[in-house]
Every structure is written in C-alpha cells, then in structure tokens.
C-alpha cells in the first residue's frame, strides 16, 4: 500500500517518505491508498486482543513492510504501555457484567505520560520514524510549534529517539502553567528535547515553522521535520482506539448502535475515528463539539465552509480556526457533504456553557471533565435529545483535567490531584531558551544544538 496527495492522486510516496516528508510535494496531505476492512470474524479476534496487540495488526497495513512484523508488534507495545479505559460517569471502570445496565461511557485516552490523547499518535509516529531514521543513517530535526499538548506528546514521544532532535517553541505566556512546566523539563540536560519560549503569540510560532521550512537552506541544513496534525503519521494511530473501544463496547452491547462524541479543532482525531469506521469499526455516527471557533459544525448544517481567524476559548487546544485535516474528512467520504452530514453531527459552545456543564457534571457526579472533555459532553447531551432509540454514548476524554487546573480549579472550586507524572514535572527545573520570533534568531539558536 502506498499514500497519495488529496491534491493528486499520481503523486505517490511509501510509508517512509509520507512520514519523513510531512506534507506531498504539490503542498497536499498523504492519504493512504486503501484502508482495509475487517469481517465481524475478523474484528472478533482483534476483539480479544490487548490494545497494543490489535494496534500492530491494523498498523501492519499502513505501515507496508517498511518495519517488520515483529518490530512493529515491539514497537506498538513499548507504545502503548499504559491503559485506555473506559469509564462510567461515577468513575468506575468497564466491566462487562455492569456495562449491560449502563449506556454511557467516557473514554480515557489521557493514560499516557502527557495526559492527553495526542501521545498515541506522537508515540507511534515517534518510534516508527526513527525505526525508519536507523536504516537511512539519517539525522533529523523536528521543529513543533505548540499551543500546548502537541509539544509535550511530541518531546516525550521522541525523548532519546536515535538521530533526532525536536525543538518545541511554544508561546511565551501562552500555555497553561502545567503545559509549560511539562514542555521545558523533558528528559534532563543532554536531552535531544529543546523548548524555545518564543515572544509572540501562537501564530507567531506557527509562522516561524512555516518560513523555516521554506527556508531551503535552513531545512536541508537541519534536514527539517514537522511533527504535527498534517503529518499522516500523527493521524492513523488515532484511528486504533476506536477500533478496539468500538468492539469492546460492542461485546457488551450487541445489536446497539455506538455513537462517539469528540471535541474538535485541527479535526485530526476525528479523521481517526472515520478511517476505523471505514476498517470496519462497529461506529455508527460521530458527534463534534467545538468550541466558538467552529467553522466545521457550521459545514453540516449546510456544506459552506468558512474558514476563519481564531478567537482564545477556555478549551485552547480546540482553538482552531482553519482545521488542518478538514481536506482528510472530505476525502474519505468522497466530498459527499450528504454523506458527511450524515455520519457527522456537530454542536458549539461557549465557554460559559462549558463552564457551567463541567461544574453541574461534577456536582451530580463528583467527575472531573477538562473544559475540551466537557464540550464533547456538552455536544453528546445536545444531540441525544433527538434520539428516540437506545444508543450507546461514549464521549472521548482528551486530557486530564490536572492539565488545566487553574481553570478547573476556579470552575469547581475545588483542588484537582495532580498525577504522578505531572507532579514530578512541577518539581523539576525548566529548561528553556527564550527567542524573538524571526527566522535569524531561530537559525542562530539550531546551530548551537
Ligand atoms: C489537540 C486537542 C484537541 C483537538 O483535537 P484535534 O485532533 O485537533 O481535533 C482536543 N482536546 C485536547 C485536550 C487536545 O489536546
């Protein structure tokens, strides 16, 4: 199987150059040629299978031999060594016996060493790509431009990754307090991890990536990388944890109908969630929640889309006004906005009804949502309402409230406990370069590493 550019499907490249190359040549996104499809025999099997397990057999095929079976089997389980669990609103965990009785599930894709979802792509694309790096001899600079999460995922991801180096520049002033702890104290002082507090906003950080990688001096120097939500690589795995929740919950609930909920931005775990539903994932629709910057849920309900400039929300990492992976949906529903609309529902948010759905689901409850949890909650309320037949609702939890404790905890009123991991992380030392954003100074500071 090999990929293509949405723009032009002649323009081709394997797993390797799609991953290294981040974008096609023509400026397109990679898809993959074909996806496969699973039997419901099939998908038993990969049903009884561990996480990891099931996730090295899809990835087999996107993969195409560019890593042997028994590496990539290594690869997904050193990956993917922590839990992905699904939980009822009290808090408890999956149990078949009780889960006949119950309807609604959150899933916790927050387990992994950063708190949020984007470490299971960030560790496959992280591994995968310096498998690929130690056949080529090849060394690499990843330069990510965060508003948060991405760069911790990333860091972490590629912490002690043999012939590379990312460099995470992130705004100054612009992360949560916890975010930006996490960022600067990745691995120790001979870390292959470097974060930049850059004095501009997030824009300003994207923009400095951007002319960097048109810098082709600069690019071919560094031998640049991108490692964010347009890189294929950042996108397939997020399809591996809908496959194997979807056919969890099913084998608690035959016949039923599973609806997920997804809070969205860049629309990247959305695009997960299609592709496993296309593999034969047992899903029958998505719900998107966005925050006021919301430019996908206005596409359904009449298929004009408007791109936008974003505005700040409490929910940042949703803060997204031109969704990178928007051209991906499209593409895997063949530009059939009647097909899209059909599959997809969407609703938006403002922050203060975010705020206050977190605060009345942790006064009913006693569970703690982060505000982007909450408007993925938010929306799945929103959307039962016109459900007359039982449904399955299983809202995607993308990071630990503890991330966003100085909000949270203002919402609630209340001390949210911080995890190991990121109680470790506020102990350590920062280390961190600070910039001015242009191109010279950047330039100057990837000589020195
Ligand atoms: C990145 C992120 C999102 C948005 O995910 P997309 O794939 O960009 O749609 C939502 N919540 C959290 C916590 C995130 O870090």
Same mark, same amino acid.
Not at 280 to 284: F, L
Not at 398 to 401: E, L, R
């Given at each position: 199987m090999t990929y293509h550019s949405h723009l032009d499907k002649t323009i081709s490249a394997d797993f390797g150059d799609a991953l290294l190359a981040s974008l096609a040549p023509d400026g397109g996104l990679w898809m993959p040629d074909s996806l496969p499809f699973y039997t419901p025999m099939q998908t038993a099997e990969l049903a009884a299978m561990n996480f990891w397990e099931c996730a090295a057999e899809l990835a087999e095929h996107f993969t195409d031999n560019a890593i042997e079976k028994d590496k990539l089997r290594a690869l997904c389980k050193d990956a993917y060594n922590f839990d992905v669990p699904l939980k009822t609103l009290k808090g408890a965990n999956l149990d078949v016996a009780m889960a006949e009785s119950n309807d609604e599930y959150i899933l916790e894709l927050f387990h992994g060493p950063t708190l949020a979802f984007k470490d299971f792509a960030a560790r496959f694309m992280g591994r995968s790509a310096s498998e690929l790096m130690k056949s080529s001899g090849q060394t690499r600079t990843i330069l990510v431009a965060t508003s948060g999460d991405t760069g911790g995922a990333v860091g972490d991801a590629f912490?002690?990754?043999?012939g590379i180096k990312v460099v995470i520049l992130y705004p100054e002033g612009g992360v949560s307090k916890v975010q930006e702890q996490q960022l600067c104290t990745?691995?120790?002082?001979?870390?292959?991890v470097s974060a930049v507090s850059l004095q501009g906003s997030f824009d300003d950080c994207q923009q400095l990536v951007k002319d960097a990688f048109a810098n082709q001096e600069l690019a071919k120097k560094h031998n640049l990388m991108s490692a964010n939500s347009i890189n294929v690589g950042r996108v397939i795995p997020q399809s591996f944890y809908y496959f194997w929740t979807s056919l969890q919950i099913k084998a608690a609930h035959p016949g039923v109908p599973i609806v997920y909920s997804i809070p969205s931005g860049n629309l990247g775990n959305l695009t997960g969630g299609v592709i496993a539903k296309k593999m /034969?994932? @047992?899903?029958?629709r998505f719900v998107v929640g966005n925050n006021v910057n919301d430019p996908f849920v206005d596409y359904l309900k009449d298929g004009e889309y408007i791109p936008r400039a974003s505005v700040p929300t409490l929910?940042?990492?949703?803060?997204? /006004?031109? @969704?990178?992976?928007f051209p991906r949906i499209l593409d895997l529903m063949d530009k059939d906005f009647e097909a899209v609309s059909s599959l997809c529902w969407g609703a938006s948010f403002s922050d203060q009804e975010t705020e206050r759905h977190l605060r009345r689901v942790f006064a009913e409850t006693g569970y703690i949502m982060c505000p982007h949890t909450a408007v993925g909650h938010l929306a799945m309320n929103e959307f039962s309402k016109d459900v007359e037949r039982p449904f399955i609702k299983v809202t995607v939890a993308?990071?630990?409230?503890a991330k966003f404790a100085d909000s949270v905890e203002r919402i609630i009123g209340q001390e949210v406990p911080l995890p190991e991991a990121l109680s470790k992380a506020m102990q350590k030392e920062k280390r961190v370069t600070k910039l001015e954003p242009n191109l010279s100074a950047l330039s100057d500071y990837l000589d020195t590493l």
């Open positions: 912490l002690g990754q043999d990745i691995g120790d002082v001979n870390s292959n /034969g994932a @047992p899903i029958d929910s940042n990492a949703m803060d997204i /006004g031109r @969704p990178n992976n993308t990071a630990h409230p």
